[in-house]
């Protein structure tokens, strides 16, 4: 448990980012599912669509500190290549 003030003072602060941050992630996992669906039905424009819909999330997600750039990179990258083999 916090002590000092300044402790509590970052528990506080900390609690707050998570539900930011829980939202932040939530959003993102929002715009992967689009593109994911739109690769299951077969849909070669809407997946491209939603991947470039899907890209700029990723990247803010990367710059606010919720994903590992790698991590960010990766998801983009499968989603990208699963969108191009649907024009196959």
Known sequence: ????PQSKKRARQNERRQY???????????FIRKVEEAITSGDYEAATNALRAAQP??????????????TASRKVSRLASRVKALKA
Do not use: D, F, P, W
């Open 57 to 70: 999330e990723l990247a803010r997600g990367v710059t606010k500190g919720v994903l590992h750039k790698n």
């Open 20 to 30: 930011v941050n829980k939202a932040r992630r939530s959003r993102i996992r929002t």
């Open 1 to 4: 448990m916090a002590n000092t």
